[in-house]
Every structure is written in C-alpha cells, then in structure tokens.
C-alpha cells in the first residue's frame, strides 16, 4: 500500500513499520491528522484514540483493529476492510465508508452525523446508540445489525438492506423507509 506522512515529518523520520509508528503515536496521544495510509495493513492494529481526521485511509485493513474512542472525523474509509473492529464510540463526523465493510464490528455508541455509507457492509455490527444524523447509507447492507437507541432522522436508506433490522427504540424523524429493503 501507499504511505505518507504528515509534513511535520521528514525524510529521516518515515518510519519503516508504519503500525507500530501508529500505535506509539496513538499511545502518546500524539496526531496522525491528514496522514495518507493508502492500502496498508493495520490487521489488529491497536490504535484506540488516535486522531486521524482527515486522514486517506482507502482500501486499509483494519480487521479486528481497536479504533476505541478514535477520532476519524472526515477521514476518507472508502472500501476499507474494517471486519470486527472496534469502533466503540469514535468519532466518524463526515467520515466517508463508502464500500467499506464493517460486518459484525462494534460501532456502539459512534457519532457518525452525515458520514457517506454508499454501498457499505454493516452485517451484524452493534449500531447501537449511534449517531448517524443525516447519513447516506444508500444501497448498504444492515441485514442483522443491532441499531437499538441510535439516530437514523433525515438519513438516506435509499436501497438499504434492513432484513432483520428491529426499528423500534431508533429515532427515524423524516426518515424515509419506502425504498429500503425489508
């Protein structure tokens, strides 16, 4: 995959394995903000609370990662691998996911207001008490997934796949459910 570093760097400083460069920078609380992390590997990564806003993040594995609490405002996830991860309350504001799968991942309690879920894959992930105000989740998959207490008003479910989806508890304010599949 394709790596570039935030312009406080320099050449002296691109670090040869980018996860652990990522995880020690999430572990100081240090920012990781516009970084471009095209295409890499972050498998298990352990990277709860790092602040990646803005950051390209397309095509990344983050399977079985732990993004707790990681701010991912803006951040570009467009077919990003992110199976199991776990995304318990993270910040995913604007963040963009189109095509990116999330099935079975722990997204509980995330504020993702107008995030862009065109096509993605949330199978089986605990939406639960999330805030997904204003998303386009346009043509995704939820079939299965948990949404107990979270925010769906004014969000797109053009084409959304909600087979086995339980409504009830959701705030579905100006929410229209007429070309959702169910």
């Not at 394709?2 to 100081?28: T, V």
């Not at 405002?73 to 995913?92: E, H, K, Y």
């Not at 604007?94 to 862009?116: K, M, Q, R, T």
Request: proline share 1%; net charge negative; hydrophobic share 45%.
């Amino acid at each position: 995959g394709f790596c570039a570093w935030h312009s406080e760097l320099d050449d002296k400083d691109l670090p040869f394995d980018a996860r652990s460069f990522l995880e020690e920078r999430a572990k100081a609380g240090l920012t990781c903000e516009h970084f471009v992390l095209s295409g890499i590997d972050l498998f298990r990564a352990n990277l709860s609370g790092i602040d990646l806003r803005g950051a390209m993040l397309d095509g990344v594995d983050l399977a079985l990662a732990d993004l707790r609490k990681a701010d991912l405002a803006r951040a570009n996830l467009t077919n990003a691998f992110l199976f199991r991860a776990d995304l318990s309350a993270a910040n995913l504001s604007h963040a963009f996911l189109i095509g990116a799968d999330l099935s079975d991942a722990e997204v509980f309690g995330v504020s993702a207001e107008g995030i862009d879920a065109f096509d993605a894959d949330f199978r089986r992930a605990n939406l639960a008490v999330a805030n997904l105000h204003k998303a386009d989740l346009s043509y995704a998959v939820l079939t299965g997934a948990r949404i107990k207490g979270s925010d769906l008003r004014q969000s797109n479910l053009h084409r959304t796949n909600l087979t086995a989806v339980d409504l009830d508890h959701v705030s579905t304010e100006a929410l229209d459910l007429s070309t959702a599949i169910r």
